[in-house]
T-cell receptor
């Protein structure tokens, strides 16, 4: 969905490096999410935010942090990347009804 | 937390046939059940959803059924077409979080 953009789309980095993935949305939604997708495991929630001052841990938050800079922007950081954080990362937004809209994903490889 | 199981993991059907994907959930408080279609290189896209106060919902060739007593819900695609080939995910919302199934790779054979 072009209303939710993610940068970068692909990133290769080395173990121990700090990485930031960015998400922007033009849908005007208050709620934003970060998910991780691994083959055979579906999507797992890392963090979510219901407004600028609200940050909540999801199922698998260890090793990650987030920042909600504005209603439209939600960033995911890996403070010290490790190889098992190699995955496809998706940002999503939602209305209060729960319908989620996903970005195109960021493919992250940690060597 | 909630646990969502999805079956089968792969499904091949002939064009024109029906496809059924099934999911079970564990948390009786879950109240919203979306289904997503993910095409290669793209993010998941909502195709249909159902809320806990409804037993069935249909949108053209796609339908979803929900059995709250048994804690399972299913996606039905009729008259399948090659463009239906993709990975499909079910999900359940428990509280403020969404829990996803592990996905079904559907192949429609022309």
């Amino acid at each position: 969905d072009a209303d939710v953009t993610q940068t970068p789309r692909n990133r290769i980095t080395k173990t121990g490096k700090r990485i930031m993935l960015e998400c922007s949305q033009t849908k005007g939604h208050d709620r934003m999410y970060w998910y991780r997708q691994d083959p055979g495991l579906g999507l797992r929630l890392i963090y979510y935010s219901f407004d600028v001052k609200d940050i909540n841990k999801g199922e698998i938050s260890d090793g990650y942090s987030v920042s909600r800079q504005a209603q439209a922007k939600f960033s995911l950081s890996l403070e010290s990347a490790i190889p098992n954080q190699t995955a496809l990362y998706f940002c999503a937004t939602s209305e209060r009804t729960g319908v989620q809209y996903f970005g195109p994903g960021t493919r992250l490889t940690v060597l | 937390g909630e646990n969502v199981e999805q079956h089968p993991s792969t499904l091949s059907v002939q064009e024109g046939d029906s496809a059924v994907i099934k999911c079970t959930y564990s948390d009786s408080a879950s109240n919203y059940f979306p289904w997503y279609k993910q095409e290669l290189g793209k993010g998941p896209q909502l195709i249909i959803d159902i809320r806990s106060n409804v037993g069935e919902k249909k949108d053209q060739r796609i339908a979803v059924t929900l059995n709250k007593t048994a804690k399972h819900f299913s996606l039905h695609i009729t008259e399948t077409q090659p463009e239906d080939s993709a990975v499909y995910f079910c999900a359940a919302r428990a509280g403020n979080q969404f829990y996803f199934g592990t996905g079904t790779s559907l192949t429609v054979i022309p």
